[in-house]
């Protein structure tokens, strides 16, 4: 990375508007390629004093700017005589309100709006995953500098001291998190509203939001530690905690009330537990990868200080590990005549996994482009989605006293006769 051409350093005041084009920033330790909005996020909120150092070559130093200025506060963008985060806000209230109305079927859940709410929850859990990368790969990660408030004097970002494209990313994050909760919460009610009432379903769906609540726990130590990759990665890592369990709460709601019993072959089973396990060190080495790497949340953020060639190996092994495991469940599954959805969720994993392994390599090679990272991101939540399912349609609830019927016509059914959950 570091220069063919002879490089120079400059002192870059981050309160001026613009920044020479530069091929290398280096604030404090760390070292960016092509980061152009370094200089603006590693200040503080209030008095911006904080210098970074840019090592540039002497034509790009000289070289008029071809950045746009940048807006200094959030403030500053006013949209119809409103402040921007006004419409964030609206917004994300807008979103509660039909929600709220989607959610009259929750005085009368039936099966298929149950498993509706369980589905909205697998997207809003995995999304707002991915819109935390977008937040990393921005550099807006202390674009709200405080949690819960967004400054040490606002709950809104007003006076920030970071870029208003900044603040507008974090914050609207954030508020996204109300959408999440929002989500958990009607799907509790609805499976309390549910007759007969299950515990397992609802030890399941009262999981979720308190999921969320402890999302909002790890996001403000990510905020007090400034980002410390090791919050960065326990906030990434408890998503895919709670997409497991949404997933589990979508299958089982489709089944009667019951223990588990393995439905496929002992071995299939098996390497589905299996996957389960690398794959959740999959998503731990690829955190490792993300917290050695460039993309930290802020120019400021803490790295680890791991050789970061050794760890993306680490995490690449796992990757291949994963595709072996993906490759005998999609081999057995088809041969040993296994369920559809048992079929299908394999296969998808087979799919996922090529495609989110070559992604893996392909940013690596193009030294972590941000769009890359952000599609990598999306393919790790469909990764440990296809994994889960998988895992959860190697078993299926019999109800107490009755045995599973091994009938090969049901098994060509997505869903083998499950007791609806009763209308009221
Ligand atoms: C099924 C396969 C894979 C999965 C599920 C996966 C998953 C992940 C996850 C969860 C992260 C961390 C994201 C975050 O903290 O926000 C990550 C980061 C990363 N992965 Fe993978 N990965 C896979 C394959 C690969 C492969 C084969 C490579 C090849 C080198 C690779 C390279 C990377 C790199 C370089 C990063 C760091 C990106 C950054 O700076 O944020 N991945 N991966």
Redesign the pocket.
Known sequence: MHGEEEATTVEVDPLTTAFPEVPILVCGEHVRAGDDSGGVASCKPGPCTTVCRMSVSPAAAAAPSTLPPVAADLDDVVVLGVPFWGWQIALAAAGVIVLLLLARTIWTPSPRSLRAWALGNIVVNAGIAVTG?VV?VTSSGLGCSEWPRCTPESFVPTNTGHTAFNAAVEFGNRTLTFLVLVVGVITLLAVLRSVPRRRDLTLMAAIIPGGVLGQGVVGGITVWTDLHPASV?TH?LLSMVMVFVTIALYVRLQEPQGKPEVSVTPMLHVTSVALVVIGFL??IA??M??GT???GGDASAPRWDLPLENV?RV??VL?WL?LIGALAATVMAHRTGARRSVRLAATALLVL?VV??TL??V??AFA?PEYL?VL??L??GL?WIAISRLYFSTTRLVPDGEKLIDDPVARTEEHAPAEPAPER
Do not use: D, I, K
Request: hydrophobic share 30%; proline share 3%; with cysteine.
């Open positions: 990368a990393r990665a990434f999959l998503l690829g955190t990868t993300t790497g460039p993309h993306t995490h690449s990757a994963c996994t989110q392994g893996g390599y940013q690596y972590l990272v990598h991101v393919g790790s990764t």
